[in-house]
């Protein structure tokens, strides 16, 4: 049954974003991530997120606990860590490349760093009704699961800004 639901939360989400005029979805695309740092080292164990799905804090905050990075060591040499770090921290969603996105910060406190996206108000809004806690039981395992539900999220990301 909740599977289900999640199917169909996805689907809409999928008709919401088909209906959107090219013009619009280009707008909210995010750009491809081809950072090859980025895309080596954080994508041997998951999905490389887009940089703007978090505020630099935050990304400075996960970077600078890799030894512990959600219960893995993920230590990476200085300088390919510092790589990382400039790269997610400049195209972050109040970065210096990334704040065309900074609309995916409202109700994100100034004085805190969230490290889940998962977190994040945005996508907390987003998927509303789905039950993350149920998510174990289901092929999708974890709410951070993005291409479980969004198939080819690892490719393109399209976000949907609010009143459009």
Not at 20 to 30: I, T
Not at 56 to 75: C, K, M, P, T, Y
Not at 124 to 139: C, D, F, I, S, Y
Request: aromatic share 6%.
């Amino acid at each position: 049954m909740m599977l289900g639901r999640i199917w169909a939360v996805a689907a809409s989400a999928a008709v919401m974003i088909a209906t959107l005029s090219p013009v619009q979805a280009e707008r909210l695309r995010v750009p491809k991530i081809d950072h090859v740092a980025t895309v080596k080292e954080c994508g041997a164990c998951h999905m490389v997120f887009a940089p703007q799905m978090l505020p630099q804090r935050s990304w400075r905050a996960i970077l600078s606990s890799l030894d512990n990075h959600f219960g893995e060591n993920a230590v990476l040499g200085e300088s390919v860590r510092a790589d990382i770090a400039a790269y997610l921290v400049a195209n972050a969603a109040d970065g210096a490349v990334g704040k065309t996105y900074s609309w995916l910060l409202r109700g994100v406190a100034l004085d805190t760093a969230p490290i889940r996206i998962t977190a994040m108000p945005w996508w907390l809004r987003a998927h509303g009704e789905a039950n993350v806690a149920n998510l174990k039981n289901t092929p999708i395992r974890f709410a951070g699961n993005c291409i479980g539900c969004h198939v080819g999220a690892d490719k393109t990301m399209v976000f949907n800004e609010p009143g459009d």
